[in-house]
């Protein structure tokens, strides 16, 4: 094959991640007709079909998965020598992605990279929400924030917080109709408010511990949430028990407005670690991160 132009086959990696037209036009700063164009001088040079399109949706055939394996890996890593070059410069840039729960963002994120953000202007950072294991690599994240448990073991692990405890409790009010359960089990006969993961989709099976033993619990109620706020929203508003992490739940706690339960049950588990791939060149910009986030 002649040597094709690199425009063509970085608009043909950027369509198949994205799977659209419309959002990789919009990413490549180009027209819609212009990439389409490129795409099909990549196909006619090739002799081959790369993209199945349809009304609704983009996707690479065997042919485009192949190549997609083959050289877009290679797009990453010419971009991260790029942002590495940002160290010739006085102030480091770039964007740092970072995939994390808005519990993580909240608590601990913004408040150790906000200040970040003041002392390097040039430095961007891009949060994506998200309960379930993103794929960091796959989806080109810098790093994401999970709980050490949850981290795979061929990532570089960085703890980022003390150890972490879950909270059972419910308002005065659901007290007033309802009996305060005394072990674990006793939450199957109330109303819970559920937690749905994104991971698999399926409900959060509340995880207790005492004396070395572990039990986990399936809960039943009117509310499946997946998103912390609103279950606090929801326990404040009497309308179950709810089970989260301690910090959100402490001001009400302390002030009366809810009522911890199982507390011998609800042991500390190791906190937030931010983790990322060994094998990728860090950025100065995301360095700067790295050493803001460390205990």
Same mark, same amino acid.
């Given at each position: 094959?002649?040597?094709?132009?690199?425009?063509?086959?970085?608009?043909?990696? =950027?369509?198949?991640?994205?799977?659209?037209? =419309?959002? %990789?036009?919009?990413?490549?700063?180009?027209?819609?007709?212009?990439?389409?164009? *490129?795409?099909?001088?990549?196909? !006619?040079?090739?002799?081959?079909?790369?993209?199945?399109?349809?009304?609704? *949706?983009? *996707?690479? =055939? @065997? %042919?485009?998965? #192949?190549? &997609?394996?083959?050289?877009?890996?290679?797009? +990453?890593?010419?971009?991260?020598?790029?942002?590495?070059? !940002?160290?010739?410069?006085?102030? $480091?840039?770039?964007?740092?992605?970072?995939?994390?729960? /808005?519990?993580?963002?909240?608590?601990? &994120?913004?408040?150790?990279?906000?200040?970040?953000?003041?002392?390097?202007?040039?430095?961007?950072?891009?949060? /994506?929400?998200?309960?379930?294991? #993103?794929?960091?690599?796959?989806?080109?994240?810098?790093?994401?924030?999970?709980?050490? /448990?949850? @981290? /795979?073991?061929?990532?570089?692990?960085?703890?980022?917080?003390? $150890?972490?405890?879950?909270?059972?409790?419910? *308002?005065?009010?659901?007290?007033?109709?309802?009996?305060?359960?005394?072990?674990?089990?006793?939450? =199957?006969?109330?109303?819970?408010?559920?937690?749905? !993961?994104?991971? +698999?989709?399926?409900?959060?099976?509340?995880?207790?511990?005492?004396?070395?033993?572990?039990?986990?619990?399936?809960?039943?109620?009117?509310?499946?949430?997946?998103?912390?706020?609103?279950?606090?929203? %929801?326990?404040?508003?009497? &309308?179950?028990?709810?089970?989260?992490?301690?910090?959100?739940?402490?001001?009400?706690?302390?002030?009366? #407005?809810?009522?911890?339960?199982?507390?011998?049950?609800?042991?500390?588990?190791?906190?937030?670690?931010?983790?990322?791939?060994? #094998?990728?060149?860090?950025? $100065?910009?995301?360095?700067? @991160?790295?050493?803001?986030?460390?205990?």
């Amino acid at each position: 094959m002649p040597r094709g132009n690199l425009n063509e086959l970085l608009a043909f990696v =950027t369509v198949a991640r994205e799977g659209s037209f =419309t959002r %990789a036009a919009g990413i490549l700063g180009v027209s819609q007709s212009a990439l389409s164009q *490129s795409i099909g001088n990549l196909e !006619t040079r090739l002799e081959i079909r790369l993209l199945a399109r349809s009304t609704r *949706s983009v *996707s690479p =055939t @065997v %042919a485009g998965e #192949r190549l &997609l394996n083959a050289i877009g890996h290679r797009f +990453d890593e010419i971009e991260a020598e790029l942002d590495a070059l !940002t160290e010739m410069r006085d102030k $480091p840039a770039g964007t740092v992605r970072i995939t994390c729960t /808005d519990h993580a963002l909240k608590a601990l &994120l913004l408040p150790k990279l906000g200040p970040l953000l003041q002392e390097y202007p040039d430095i961007k950072l891009e949060f /994506d929400i998200n309960y379930g294991l #993103r794929n960091i690599v796959a989806d080109r994240f810098d790093a994401g924030v999970r709980l050490g /448990d949850y @981290v /795979d073991k061929d990532m570089i692990a960085l703890p980022i917080s003390p $150890p972490l405890r879950m909270v059972a409790a419910a *308002s005065p009010e659901y007290f007033a109709r309802h009996p305060v359960p005394q072990t674990p089990n006793d939450l =199957t006969a109330h109303r819970c408010i559920n937690f749905r !993961t994104s991971g +698999d989709g399926g409900l959060y099976a509340w995880e207790f511990e005492r004396d070395g033993r572990r039990l986990n619990v399936r809960v039943e109620g009117p509310l499946i949430i997946n998103t912390s706020a609103h279950i606090v929203d %929801a326990a404040l508003a009497g &309308l179950g028990i709810a089970f989260i992490l301690e910090d959100e739940f402490s001001p009400h706690i302390e002030e009366g #407005r809810l009522i911890r339960v199982l507390d011998d049950w609800c042991q500390p588990f190791p906190g937030y670690h931010l983790y990322y791939p060994s #094998r990728r060149q860090p950025s $100065p910009a995301f360095k700067l @991160v790295v050493e803001a986030l460390r205990l």
